[in-house]
T-cell receptor, first 111, second 112 residues
Framework: NAGVTQTPKFRVLKTGQSMTLLCAQD?????MYWYRQDPGMGLRLIHY???????AKGEVPDGYNVSRLKKQNFLLGLESAAPSQTSVYFC??????????FGDGTRLSIL | DQQVKQNSPSLSVQEGRISILNCDYT??????FLWYKKYPAEGPTFLIS?????DKNEDGRFTVFLNKSAKHLSLHIVPSQPGDSAVYFC???????????FGKGTTLSVSS
């Protein structure tokens, strides 16, 4: 299906390891977002991008880095994973004033 | 401080009856509001939205009402169906901003 694809769907890391989550969209959307969802916390914005080559911090950016080298891809990196980063990560994209489209999430556990 | 609040974590309704999900906000700069629906192991999907220039928007069984003076919006689902059982998130955006601010969600259970 066309839309927002997140890779991987599940991952278990050890504390201190690094990894990159990939988000790919095939809708030619300008805006892309990374959220995390924790129990009882709703969705909180980590970083976002308003176009290729641009990134900006959201509500909870600490411990994460992002890159948007290509318009269709938005990468979320964890340089040194911590147990507090155990969460479900959602990527979203949108075009203009339209609502955001979400991927199905990446479940990340850090031991 | 939470800018978008969904004070009811859960709601149970019988099939065929009305479901009313509530959302309050504190930021007077918000001018666009959305409801998303989320099933387990899936991403949120857009349901319905409303601009601050309106007080009602309807789409089939779903209606969103906005009361700007009270900084309150509600989602009405009539009639409720078992397939509506999901987590519903309220979200808001300011005109000058690009990001959505989400509430914590309300879990709706519709029993047959």
């Amino acid at each position: 299906n066309a839309g927002v694809t997140q890779t991987p769907k599940f991952r278990v890391l050890k504390t201190g390891q690094s990894m990159t989550l990939l988000c790919a969209q095939d809708m030619n959307h300008e805006y892309m977002y990374w959220y995390r969802q924790d129990p009882g916390m709703g969705l909180r914005l980590i970083h976002y991008s308003v176009g290729e080559g641009t990134t900006a911090k959201g509500e909870v950016p600490d411990g994460y880095n992002v890159s948007r080298l290509k318009k269709q891809n938005f990468l979320l990196g964890l340089e040194s994973a911590a147990p507090s980063q155990t969460s479900v990560y959602f990527c979203a994209s949108r075009w203009g004033g339209q609502p955001q489209h979400f991927g199905d999430g990446t479940r990340l556990s850090i031991l | 401080d939470q800018q978008v609040k969904q004070n009811s974590p859960s709601l149970s309704v019988q099939e065929g009856r009305i479901s009313i999900l509530n959302c309050d906000y504190t930021n007077s700069m918000f001018d666009y509001f959305l409801w998303y629906k989320k099933y387990p192991a899936e991403g949120p999907t857009f349901l319905i939205s409303i601009s601050s220039i309106k007080d009602k928007n309807e789409d089939g069984r779903f209606t969103v009402f906005l009361n700007k003076s009270a900084k309150h919006l509600s989602l009405h689902i009539v009639p409720s169906q078992p397939g509506d059982s999901a987590v519903y998130f309220c979200a808001a955006k300011a005109q000058a901003g690009t990001a959505l601010i989400f509430g914590k969600g309300t879990t709706l259970s519709v029993s047959s």
